[in-house]
Structures are given as C-alpha cells and as structure tokens.
C-alpha cells in the first residue's frame, strides 16, 4: 500500500519550481514532496510539458487558456485528475498557448496516462495564410496554406520525427546522431541531418516534391525499397499512381518564395497556376478550357490581389471569370468563395 504524506503546494510555488525559480528550502520542501506522491509527480510533468509548449511557441499572441485547458481536461482519465481539478484550472490561467497570427490554430494537445508515453501537438495553417514556427529542437518550420503538422513536445533519443500534410519549408538545426524525418501521407519519407529544404505533399494532390536549397537530402518511397539523394538545385517527385520516384534540377526560389509571400511562375501551365492561387487566395477556382489549347506563364506576383492576377493572364489567353461568393450551409459553416474560369 502506497504511503501518502499530506502536503500543501500552492499553484504559484509549483509553477516557480519548474520555471527555476524557487529559493533552495522551497526546492527541497516541493522536492521532498515530489518522493512521497504520485500526483503530485504527475502534476509536475504536465506543468513542465506546458511551459515547454509556452518556451516552443513564442513571439505570438495570446489565446484564452482556460478554454485551451477545458479542451485538455477532457482527454485526461477522470479518476486521476479529479483531485487536482481546480488546481490545473489555476495553472492553466498562468500558462498561455500562443498564437502567430490568426492563421496559426493549436488543434489539440492530449495527455497520456504515463510520463514515458509519447504527447503530440498539431498544428495547422489557415487556408490562405502562411506561418513561421519553431519546434522543439529549435528547427524552423513555415507552413504554407491549408497546411498540417504534427510533431511530439519532446523528440526521441534516436530520431526526429514529424508528419506533414500540406507544404513546408524547413531549417533543420545540424545534428548527425539524430537524423529528422518528415513523413508525408503518401508514406513517402524525407530524412536529413541538418539542411534547408521544402517538402510539397498535399493529400489531395498527385504528386509530392522534395526541393533541396542546401545541404543532403535523404527521399524515401513508401515501400523503402528505393533512396534518392538530393542536392542542392534538385527535385525529388513522386508519383502515387505509378510509384515512380524521379529527380531532376529545379529552379528553387521559384519553388520557396511562397514562403516570403511571392509567387512566382516559370513556364507554368495555365491549370497549374489556377490551382496555386485558389490554395494561396483560399478560394475555389473551377476552371473550364473550352479552346482546349495550353497556355504557359513566367510572372512573379507579391502584392497583387486575384483579379489583379487574372487580368494580367487574361492579357495573353482568352480568359473570362465569375465569382460567387460564400454560401451559409445547415451546419452555420461557409463555403468557400468561388471563381469560375474559361477558357475560349
């Protein structure tokens, strides 16, 4: 039978425990403490998993902790946390999960029941939006419109791993003895040491690309059967639909600006150019080629908003576009704004 020695902490002085705050006797009394409860081992560890998140994510505004937390209660084993109900309502009040942009949302972060088990965080990117954030071993990632990723708070001995749907563009910290994996949802993996480089895999796309700006890049298909390794100025494409893995020299701005908010075409087909500015402008551009004839494009926009751009492609092909804006549906949501494009 486990043996319980009362205790009385207050939030503040545990939140200065795990901040390094404390003075030497308040150290040793929570210390002390710590030996002798189980709970409050664990209140310990979720305190510490909160301020790391607070530590990752930085430099961005602020949301309402208390409706964060009240998210967070629920996937926590009732029986063990009703003791401590009140009190992680109080660490949540101190605690806040920040935002950069309105663009960034923070979709969830759960607890398991032991400390040794993995704890994930998502994050994902507004259609129309593009983010910078920072992960736990202080790689940079942006995340492009209507992007995904999910990574664990604390990476594993062996590995770095994260999972990406969407497109990303990483600066990988260097470390030889645990390489960084990105998976993607094709099952197509990407691995590297340290290095810059943009990864473009969309679920609902065909194609997934592996651009490399500097550095080594590892691409692996989904079966593991085959590597490719990139360098600087290549491209790795794969294929889903044929499994074909393939690699060839690119122009990389032209496949990164997006990260600096450009967009930039080079020799790109009309069709190709539509679908990057419904993703960028988040709206739903349905394009009809009645001429059946193929148009190419070399332009750079930043600025320009979407009717900007279609006149400028409208000077060199017979474009005409409609829009129809958003729809209440049953559930209260919008659909999206639509343009209808054609082609004669």
């Not at 486990?2 to 901040?19: A, F, H, K, S, V």
């Not at 994930?120 to 419109?145: C, F, H, M, Q």
């Not at 497109?167 to 040491?193: A, M, R």
């Given at each position: 039978?486990?043996?319980?020695?009362?205790?009385?902490?207050?939030?503040?002085?545990?939140?200065?425990?795990?901040?390094?705050k404390c003075t030497p006797d308040e150290c040793k009394q929570i210390e002390e403490a710590i030996k002798t409860s189980e709970e409050l081992r664990d209140i310990i560890h979720n305190l510490e998993i909160s301020l790391a998140l607070k530590s990752d994510i930085n430099a961005m505004e602020a949301i309402d902790a208390r409706s964060a937390y009240e998210r967070t209660r629920l996937s926590?084993?009732?029986?063990?946390?009703?003791?401590?109900?009140?009190?992680?309502?109080?660490?949540?009040?101190?605690?806040?999960?920040?935002?950069?942009?309105?663009?960034?949302?923070?979709?969830?972060?759960?607890?398991?029941?032991?400390?040794?088990?993995?704890?994930?965080?998502?994050?994902?990117?507004?259609?129309?939006?593009?983010?910078?954030?920072?992960?736990?071993?202080?790689?940079?990632?942006?995340?492009?419109?209507?992007?995904?990723?999910?990574?664990?708070?604390?990476?594993?001995?062996?590995?770095?791993?994260?999972?990406?749907?969407?497109?990303?563009?990483?600066?990988?910290?260097?470390?030889?003895?645990?390489?960084?994996?990105?998976?993607?949802?094709?099952?197509?993996?990407?691995?590297?040491?340290?290095?810059?480089?943009?990864?473009?895999?969309?679920?609902?796309?065909?194609?997934?690309?592996?651009?490399?700006?500097?550095?080594?890049?590892?691409?692996?298909?989904?079966?593991?059967?085959?590597?490719?390794?990139?360098?600087?100025?290549?491209?790795?494409?794969?294929?889903?639909?044929?499994?074909?893995?393939?690699?060839?020299?690119?122009?990389?701005?032209?496949?990164?600006?997006?990260?600096?908010?450009?967009?930039?075409?080079?020799?790109?087909?009309?069709?190709?150019?539509?679908?990057?500015?419904?993703?960028?402008?988040?709206?739903?551009?349905?394009?009809?080629?009645?001429?059946?004839?193929?148009?190419?494009?070399?332009?750079?926009?930043?600025?320009?908003?979407?009717?900007?751009?279609?006149?400028?492609?409208?000077?060199?092909?017979?474009?005409?576009?409609?829009?129809?804006?958003?729809?209440?549906?049953?559930?209260?949501?919008?659909?999206?704004?639509?343009?209808?494009?054609?082609?004669?």
């Amino acid at each position: 039978m486990e043996t319980r020695i009362e205790y009385n902490m207050e939030p503040e002085n545990l939140l200065r425990y795990c901040e390094g705050k404390c003075t030497p006797d308040e150290c040793k009394q929570i210390e002390e403490a710590i030996k002798t409860s189980e709970e409050l081992r664990d209140i310990i560890h979720n305190l510490e998993i909160s301020l790391a998140l607070k530590s990752d994510i930085n430099a961005m505004e602020a949301i309402d902790a208390r409706s964060a937390y009240e998210r967070t209660r629920l996937s926590i084993k009732k029986k063990r946390m009703q003791r401590w109900n009140t009190m992680l309502v109080r660490y949540a009040a101190v605690l806040t999960i920040p935002l950069l942009f309105t663009s960034l949302i923070f979709c969830y972060l759960y607890f398991k029941s032991s400390p040794n088990e993995m704890l994930y965080a998502e994050v994902n990117t507004a259609s129309g939006a593009i983010i910078r954030y920072e992960l736990p071993d202080k790689s940079v990632v942006w995340l492009n419109s209507g992007s995904k990723l999910r990574y664990p708070i604390r990476f594993k001995e062996d590995k770095r791993e994260v999972e990406l749907d969407g497109e990303g563009y990483f600066e990988v910290t260097s470390d030889k003895e645990h390489p960084f994996y990105v998976n993607t949802p094709s099952g197509l993996s990407i691995y590297v040491y340290g290095t810059h480089f943009n990864v473009n895999a969309y679920h609902d796309d065909k194609y997934v690309e592996t651009v490399l700006e500097e550095g080594r890049v590892n691409v692996l298909n989904p079966q593991k059967t085959e590597r490719l390794v990139l360098k600087p100025g290549e491209s790795a494409l794969y294929d889903g639909a044929t499994n074909a893995l393939s690699k060839r020299e690119i122009d990389v701005y032209e496949k990164t600006a997006w990260k600096d908010g450009k967009l930039i075409f080079r020799n790109t087909s009309l069709k190709d150019v539509l679908k990057r500015l419904a993703r960028h402008f988040n709206v739903d551009i349905e394009f009809n080629n009645l001429s059946g004839k193929e148009y190419k494009y070399r332009a750079t926009f930043t600025s320009e908003d979407l009717d900007q751009i279609l006149n400028y492609l409208s000077k060199s092909a017979a474009i005409k576009w409609k829009s129809e804006e958003a729809i209440q549906q049953a559930d209260a949501t919008f659909t999206k704004k639509k343009v209808i494009v054609t082609l004669y």
